[in-house]
C-alpha cells in the first residue's frame, strides 16, 4: 500500500451523478430559446470549467446571453435539484468515510461553483476544498490540484486523485497526483500514473490505497 499524505476528490459524476442534472439543465436552457441541444454537445462538456461550458454552450445556441449568464443560469438550477436530492455515487461516501476514520486528509476539487460545492462539502468530512470560482487557471490545467494539496500542507506528487473524466485526469496528472478513475459518461484514455476502476462501491481504503502497489 503507497503512503499517500492525501487523497483529492472531483465531484461532478466522481462523488455526486450531477452529470444528468447539468445535461438536464443544458436542455431547458436551449428549450426556452427555441435551439436544439443534443446529447452528444452535453458530453462535450462533461469535466470542463463552467466558464468554458458557458462559452460553449451560447456559441452552440446562438444566443444573446454572456458566457457568464449561462453559467448562472446552469448553476441556479443545478443548486435547487441538489435542495431537493444528492445523487451520490456508489461507493463514493462510505469510501471518503472510511478514508477519514483513518485519519487520510481528503479535499474537494471541483470546478463547480461553490453553491454547488456547499451541500456536499456539509456532509463530507473534507479538509480542503477548491472550486472552479477559486483558481484562475481550471482543469486540465494542474492549479486546482495544486491549491488543494497546498491548502492540505502537502505535496500534490504525494497524493492520489480520484477522476471520472479526461480533463480532470489530466488536471491531476499534470499536478503530479496518482490518479484512479472511474469512467462514468465518458471515456478516459489511460496513461502514466493513471489506473481505472469500474465502480468505487465495494472498495475499501485499503484497496484504493493499494491501487498502484
Not at 472550486?131 to 481550471?138: I, L, M, Q, S
Amino acid at each position: 500500500m503507497k503512503d499517500y499524505a492525501a487523497v483529492l476528490w472531483d465531484l461532478d459524476g466522481t462523488i455526486v451523478d450531477t452529470e444528468p442534472m447539468w445535461i438536464a439543465a443544458e436542455h431547458e436552457l436551449a428549450a426556452e430559446h427555441g435551439a436544439e441541444w443534443t446529447h452528444e454537445d452535453a458530453l462535450q462538456l462533461v469535466g470542463n470549467s463552467l466558464i468554458a461550458s458557458g462559452e460553449y454552450i451560447r456559441t452552440r445556441l446562438d444566443l444573446s446571453l454572456s458566457a457568464e449568464q449561462v453559467v448562472d443560469y446552469l448553476v441556479t438550477r443545478l443548486v435547487a435539484a441538489l435542495q431537493a436530492d444528492v445523487p451520490w455515487r456508489p461507493g463514493a461516501v462510505e469510501l471518503i468515510t472510511a478514508l477519514s476514520d483513518r485519519g487520510m486528509p481528503q479535499a474537494l476539487v471541483t470546478m463547480s461553483y461553490v453553491p454547488i460545492a456547499a451541500p456536499i462539502v456539509a456532509a463530507l468530512p473534507f479538509q480542503a476544498v477548491v472550486t472552479g470560482d477559486a483558481v484562475p487557471r481550471p482543469k486540465p490545467h494542474p492549479d486546482p490540484y495544486l491549491l488543494a494539496a497546498e491548502r492540505l500542507g502537502v505535496s500534490a506528487a504525494d497524493c492520489l486523485a480520484i477522476e471520472d473524466s479526461p480533463t480532470g485526469a489530466a488536471s491531476a496528472n499534470a499536478a503530479g497526483c496518482d490518479v484512479v478513475v472511474v469512467p462514468h459518461m465518458v471515456l478516459v484514455p489511460d496513461q502514466h500514473r493513471r489506473r481505472s476502476l469500474p465502480t468505487l462501491s465495494g472498495i475499501d481504503a485499503v484497496a484504493l490505497l493499494s491501487v498502484f502497489t
